[in-house]
Each structure stands twice: as structure tokens, then as C-alpha cells.
């Protein structure tokens, strides 16, 4: 265990120095590409906002559902097999069927060529499952047609998610899928996410219909209410125009009315229905409804051919810029509700780098100097280990560009406490040799051949805690689980490598005198 | 040599009336759950308004009629830490209750940090935090169960739940929190308690190697002393390092640094007094490993 070659020395040291410059680059600007790396901070250091949101999927389904019911009565109209009393109740269709063609639906639902229901082969499942019970055929989304359906709006939410935040210009936001309903927002830098909660709270799914006072619609009407819950209209259930033919839109002021406006530009097919509704409605009210409320409900005066138009609505400046941003970005599939948000100001984050490295160098100084105290000569190499160590450390996690949180830097000082461990078991070990050897190498020798297998199992007991915490924990947990992870690894090659040529070459100097350790 | 094999007895009766009245506690009086495991929503705030204090603060909170309410300095004199159960789930909560603040205490007021956990999330953190502790018990059970015979394994898991169950006892006890960090801290104790004993461990084998003639009840002693060195500097490195956590590391990783505190104590304890009495009790001797020796 003694013995190091040349070369041996030659890659421990390389080793040691390029993790030490990776580390420092922390420090100093580098334009080199690898030591241009950082730590990153987390938001409990940088300060920022984390919110968690699910996607509401409720409304998605049932809508599906009832698309599909009318596909299914003019699709089997089409087999000559009459469906009747259509329900639909809790994310099912309940419906009847004439006996004699029961069979007849059944073969048509579970055909792995069914033109109304899809058969994902990769799965071998369908969309949609069919039951008998009672008298009812019931039609459901099976479990893969579910799941589908949730990325599928998963995908779509992530995405409008992704467009409303860039909008907004935050620094390096990030935004990923959790689970299946999930999506993860991190702000780094915000401390008041209001306006972006706001934001994202709205599913911002605008339609133009008209106003409809008599019962005559062939749509059917619905009674909604102003945005500022003052009064309410019947509309038409008929929509005219949606947020999809939307082109651009912009907050503005109105020259005339001097107040502050959303000027839209429709797409082509948006702009020919628009002109349509607008020649064909002069004098009627042309309800503006944003998630199922309205927001104004002009009169319309004149054809607008032109494709645009502009929204007006008692709106604030700030109001109509949201507006607009919320109708360029689109509607998401389905609400979104923040069903976690942990935010840290830019002050306590840095009071908690402060704290956090007091306590770290206390830590340390109090550390080293018990060591020093306890072990001489041997307290210096193995303080020299812990610094190089402490090092290391720092060089791995900025290599790896790893996020430091709070619980983190806690890891790297309890990293600090527990890597003497090793050096301990040791020495000790060394200790007891020396009491019955007294060739000097030989009682080294052995005692780092003994303690080998104490010094593994206690390290792998450690790194298995690290390794549930990495795969359990979140956000600052995971922090902590990576830094005392990696801490054991740093840890080991300073004291097998680092320490222990410091103690070959101070023994080899001193074979012959007594060492007392 | 220190004859710790004379109070055996006493401290396993200490160590399981210790087990049996945490238990009890966390049956009776439970745990103090922190928002992450509770649900609710927690603000840090910063105000030097002298208006601002903590009877104010809980006179407003309970006109906002928000459900269970506490409110508490937080470190120094001008942070407090109040957290609410936000029952109804109300959106805007937060914006409501700064412009509430503001409109009574005027501008000086910081929301330092907000944390809003839904009762879904809450359930979910509660979940894995149970899972996690439950896979790294019997990880370290696997890990131990290849190592050393199953005489040693009983000896390691039963020192194990000694230092979770006490740590979370006197948790219990004196009321402090559980958050998500608190659960790190459990896991690093398992960590950090295993390491201990099967150091001692490591010894207690190659002792029952060397000497055939010893019995059990001197070798764990023997063994115990001459790792007890290695043992004290260990667990003092780490506690000046976690000492230094608490005093200087801020308000958050207190509670982290506390339960990290009593978990090396605890399980520096547990090593030499319930995983060493366990093989004493189940009488383990040369045989025991040289049996299993055979055998592979």
C-alpha cells in the first residue's frame, strides 16, 4: 500500500490541479470553454419563484367525449344501426342499441382496423373500451387512450406555458413535464410572480359570438356574465370566431376614445368569417368572451373587412398588455392550477450564501484545528487532504455544472465533519500497529490494509443514503444528496491518494525513527 | 480499557423504555408537520415597522379568516414566519394578504419567501418521504445482510430504527417541525449510524477470528475500545461541523442541523450499546462465522 510510481504521482497531481482550476473558476472570469463552467445557484440561493401546475383534464375529456358522441350517431347512422338515448356521466357515454345489432357494435369497437376507434398496436389497446352494463352500452377512454390524451395535453399546455413566459422575458426560465399532468416552471430572479401566476392561471380561450336574446337560436344560447360580474347576456352558443384565427394582437391607445384597447389581426379564413358575421349582423351586440366570460359587447356599426379589429373593455394599460400577450401565445388545452409554488426573495438568498459559508469556514476552521490538535504532524497531511478535498469537490460540482441549494452547502460541510472519518480509521489503526511492530513502513503498510474494508463499508453505507435522496428528494433535497454523494468520492481519492503520498514520503524520510502519531 | 460491557443491561433497559415513550409520543402527540407534509402556506417576512409585531400580525392574519394560524419570530428581530392552513385553496391569496398588510402597516413590508403547498403535493411528499426512509432501512439491511452474518444484520437494523425512532421521538417532544429537510436529515442519520456500527463491526469479526477462546460478551467490549477513538473523533468532527451548521447556517437548516445533531449522538450511542448487546444476546461466537465461511 506504500509504494507510489513516478507516474502515479505524476496523474494524482494533474488530477488534483485541473479540478482545483475548475474550481477556482468559479472565481475568476475564464474565456476558456471549460472553465467558463459555473455552480449553478438554486432558486433558495439566487432567489426565484418554483411552481408546480396540473393540468385540468376534466373539461378535456368531456369535451372529447361529446365530440364523440355525435361522431358515433352519424357514423353508425351511416351502418344503418340507430343509437339512441345518449348520456354522458362521469367521463363515460351511456347508450342504447337495437339487440340484433349489439353484436354489430361490439365487432366495430374492438377491430384493430375500427375507423372510430383507434388501435395503438404498440400497447395492444384501443382508445376507447366498450361495456355492457345493464341494459346501457358504455363507451370509455381505456387506459393508453387516458394517457394519450394527458401527454397530448400535457405537450400542448408546455408549450403555451413555454410562449406566455418568454413573452414575459424572464432570465433562463425552466420548463419541464412532470409526470404525465404536470408541468414544472422555475423562475429564477423573480421574487414577485403574481403577474406570471396570473398569467398562467388563465386559459385564455377567447370567442366572438353573438349576442342572442330570443330562444329561436338554432345553437341554443347560454347566460354568461361580464368579466367584472356586473350584468350578464344571452349568446349564442354558435361561435363566429376563436382565439385559433388569431394572427397577432397588441395592447394600444385609442386615439378617439382615449382609452386603452387590444387591436387584433385575423388569419385568412378568421377574416372572411369576420367580415361574413360583421356584413350580416350590422345593428346586433357581438359578444368578446374570454373563458366563458364576456369581456365587452359592441355594437356592430360597419362590415370589417380588413381582418382586424380591437377589443376595448375598460382595460388598464397593464390589463390589455396581458391581453394581448395571453391571445398572441394561444389558449391552453385544459386550466392549470398551481398546485405548488415555493418562491425565495433575492435578499434571503443572499443571506443564506452568507450564512452559509460562515458556517462553513467556522466548520472547517474548528475541524482542522481538533485535528491538528489530535494528530500532529499527521493532523497537517491530513488537513492538507481535506483542503484538496474541499477542492475537489467544488471542481467536480462546477464540472458537472451541479446546482447548489441551502441543503447543499450544508452537505459540503458535513462532508467536511465525516472525511476525516477515514483518515481517522486509519491512523488509528496505525496507531495499534505501531504498538506491536516496530518496523515503521510495516506498521503503515498494515494499517492501511486493515482499515480498507471499514473505511469501504462505511463510505458505501453513506453513498447508499445519498443515492435514495438523489432519486426521492426534489429541488433542494437533491441538492443535498448530489454534494454528499460526490463529497465520498472526493473524499476517497484524497485519502487514498492525496494523504497517503504525504505519509509515504514523511515516513520514508523517517524510516528509522520512532513516529508517534 | 473502559468495561462498557458492564452497563448492558442497564442501557438496553434505558434504550427500549427510550423506543417505547417515542413511540408513544408519536402516537399520542404525533408529529409537528410542516407545510410540506400538511399542505398550507408559509410566508417569511421582514418589516423594522415597529407597528409590525406578533400579536399584530396574528390580529390581521385572523380577520383574513384563513384557518389554523401561526405566527412567530423568525432568527432576528424584524423576520417573522407565519404559515396558514389556506383551507379553501383561494387563488391570489398571497397578493391579497401583502396589499392587506400593506393597506394597514404601509410599504414596509417583504415578502422574503412564500411557500404554498397543495394538500395533493402534500400527500404526495409525505408519501415518497416514507417510501424513502423505508427503502434505505432495508437497503442498508441488504447491504449488511452481504457483509456480516444475519446476527449482525438484527444487531445494525435494530440500532438503526433506535436512532430514527428516537430522533423523531424528541421531534415529537419538543414540537419542532418536519419538513423535507428534516427527512434528509433522517436518511443521512441511517447513513451515518450504519457507518458507525459496522465499523465496529468490521472489528468485532476479525476479533472472532483471532481469539476462539474469548467469549462474546468480552470481544464486543475489546472490540468497542479499540475503535473508540476512531469513534469519538468521528462523531466530534462531524458535530463541530453540524454545530456550526446550527449557530451560523441560518434559520432554514436549523431544524436540519438539530435532527443531524441528536442523530449522531444517538447513533454514536446505539453502536456500541444496542448493535454490540444484540450479538451478546444472541451469543454469537466463532462458530457463527466460521459456519458461514464454509458455506460460500
Request: net charge neutral; hydrophobic share 45%.
Amino acid at each position: 500500500m506504500l509504494y507510489f510510481s513516478k507516474l502515479k504521482i505524476t496523474f494524482i497531481t494533474l488530477i488534483s490541479l485541473f479540478f482545483i482550476l475548475i474550481a477556482s473558476s468559479n472565481l475568476f472570469k475564464f474565456e476558456n470553454i471549460l472553465l467558463k463552467k459555473n455552480i449553478n445557484l438554486g432558486l433558495d440561493l439566487q432567489g426565484g419563484s418554483y411552481l408546480l401546475l396540473e393540468i385540468d383534464n376534466k373539461p378535456v375529456i368531456n369535451q372529447k367525449l361529446q365530440n364523440l358522441t355525435i361522431t358515433l350517431r352519424s357514423y353508425f347512422k351511416g351502418k344503418n344501426i340507430k343509437l339512441v338515448n345518449f348520456k354522458l356521466q362521469e367521463d363515460k357515454i351511456f347508450f342504447n342499441v337495437n339487440e340484433n345489432d349489439k353484436q354489430k357494435v361490439f365487432e366495430i369497437f374492438n377491430d384493430e382496423k375500427s375507423e372510430i376507434n383507434p388501435y395503438y398496436p404498440r400497447f395492444k389497446s384501443h382508445q376507447l373500451e366498450i361495456n355492457e352494463i345493464d341494459s346501457f352500452l358504455v363507451v370509455n377512454f381505456s387506459k393508453q387512450g387516458l394517457v394519450k390524451l394527458k401527454t397530448s395535453s400535457q405537450e400542448q399546455a408546455l408549450e403555451i406555458v413555454r410562449r406566455r413566459i418568454d413573452e414575459i422575458g424572464t432570465n433562463e426560465p425552466n420548463i419541464l413535464k412532470r409526470g404525465n399532468d404536470r408541468v414544472l416552471v422555475e423562475l429564477p430572479g423573480l421574487d414577485d410572480p403574481m403577474r406570471i401566476k396570473s398569467l398562467l392561471g388563465k386559459t385564455a380561450n377567447l370567442t366572438f359570438r353573438f349576442v342572442s336574446n330570443n330562444d329561436e337560436d338554432t345553437f341554443g344560447n347560454e347566460q354568461l356574465n361580464y368579466e367584472d360580474e356586473e350584468g350578464s347576456e344571452f349568446v349564442s352558443k354558435r361561435i363566429i370566431l376563436s382565439g385559433d384565427n388569431l394572427l397577432d394582437a397588441q395592447p394600444r391607445m385609442d386615439s378617439e376614445s382615449n382609452e386603452t384597447v387590444v387591436t387584433f389581426t385575423l388569419d385568412r379564413v378568421g377574416a372572411k368569417r369576420f367580415g361574413k358575421a360583421t356584413s350580416t349582423g350590422i345593428g346586433r351586440q357581438l359578444a368578446i368572451i374570454l373563458d366563458g366570460k364576456i369581456i365587452s359587447a359592441p355594437v356592430i356599426r360597419d362590415t370589417i373587412a380588413s381582418g382586424s379589429g380591437q377589443i376595448s373593455g375598460g382595460f388598464t394599460f397593464q390589463s390589455a398588455t396581458d391581453l394581448a400577450l395571453l391571445l398572441r401565445s394561444g389558449a391552453l388545452p385544459a386550466p392549470l392550477n398551481i398546485i405548488e409554488e415555493r418562491t425565495v426573495g433575492p435578499d434571503l438568498g443572499q443571506d443564506s450564501i452568507d450564512a452559509g459559508i460562515i458556517a462553513l469556514i467556522i466548520g472547517f476552521v474548528l475541524v482542522i484545528g481538533f485535528i491538528i490538535i489530535k494528530y500532529k504532524i499527521f493532523g497537517i497531511i491530513t488537513n492538507i487532504a481535506l483542503v484538496i478535498n474541499l477542492l475537489l469537490l467544488v471542481g467536480v460540482l462546477t464540472l458537472f455544472e451541479a446546482t447548489l441549494t441551502l441543503p447543499g452547502i450544508a452537505g459540503i460541510i458535513l462532508t467536511v465533519g465525516m472525511a476525516v472519518d477515514a483518515n481517522v480509521l486509519i491512523f488509528e489503526r496505525i496507531k495499534e500497529e505501531l504498538k506491536n511492530e516496530k518496523n515503521n513502513l510495516i506498521a503503515f503498510d498494515s494499517g492501511y490494509t486493515k482499515s480498507k474494508t471499514a473505511i469501504l463499508d462505511a463510505n458505501i453505507t453513506t453513498l447508499l443514503a445519498a443515492f435514495i435522496l438523489f432519486f426521492m428528494g426534489s429541488g433542494p433535497i437533491k441538492g443535498f444528496s448530489i454534494t454528499l454523494g460526490v463529497g465520498i468520492f472526493t473524499t476517497l481519492f484524497s485519502v487514498y491518494f492525496i494523504a497517503r503520498l504525504l505519509t509515504v514520503l514523511y515516513i520514508s524520510k523517517n524510516k528509522e525513527k520512532e513516529i508517534a502519531i | 480499557m473502559i468495561a462498557f460491557n458492564k452497563y448492558y443491561n442497564q442501557f438496553n433497559i434505558l434504550s427500549v423504555s427510550l423506543v417505547v415513550i417515542s413511540l408513544l409520543f408519536l402516537i399520542f402527540k404525533g408529529l409537528n408537520f410542516g407545510i410540506d407534509f400538511k399542505g398550507g402556506t408559509l410566508i417569511e417576512l421582514r418589516s423594522s415597522d415597529s407597528k409590525v409585531n406578533v400579536s399584530s400580525l396574528r390580529d390581521k392574519f385572523n380577520q383574513m379568516n384563513l384557518g389554523d394560524i401561526s405566527v412567530k419570530k423568525f432568527g432576528n428581530d424584524t423576520d417573522y414566519l407565519i404559515k396558514f392552513e389556506n383551507k379553501d385553496s383561494k387563488k391570489n391569496i398571497i397578493e391579497d394578504i401583502k396589499k392587506d398588510l400593506i393597506g394597514s402597516f404601509g410599504n414596509n413590508i417583504d415578502f422574503r419567501r412564500v411557500e404554498n403547498v397543495g394538500p395533493k403535493v402534500s400527500a404526495e411528499l409525505l408519501k415518497s418521504g416514507i417510501i424513502a426512509i423505508s427503502v434505505a432501512l432495508a437497503l442498508m439491511l441488504i447491504y449488511i445482510w452481504i457483509r456480516f452474518e444475519w446476527q449482525f444484520s438484527l444487531g445494525a437494523i435494530c440500532a438503526l430504527f433506535h436512532d430514527v425512532i428516537v430522533t423523531l421521538g424528541l421531534f415529537s417532544l419538543l414540537g419542532l417541525e418536519i419538513n423535507l429537510s428534516i427527512i434528509a436529515a433522517v436518511l443521512t442519520i441511517v447513513g451515518y449510524s450504519m457507518n458507525d456500527t459496522v465499523v465496529i463491526f468490521d472489528r468485532v469479526r476479525e476479533n472472532l477470528r483471532k481469539y476462539a477462546d474469548i467469549k462474546i460478551f468480552e470481544l464486543t467490549n475489546i472490540s468497542i475500545n479499540e475503535t473508540l477513538s476512531r469513534t469519538l473523533i468521528t462523531s466530534i468532527t462531524t458535530l463541530l461541523a453540524l454545530v456550526s451548521i446550527f449557530i451560523f447556517g441560518g434559520e432554514i437548516l436549523k431544524g436540519f442541523s438539530l435532527a443531524m445533531i441528536f442523530g449522531v449522538i444517538f447513533g454514536t450511542y446505539s453502536s456500541i450499546y444496542i448493535a454490540n448487546t444484540i450479538l451478546v444476546r444472541l451469543n454469537v461466537s466463532q462458530k457463527t462465522i466460521l459456519k458461514d465461511e464454509e458455506k460460500n
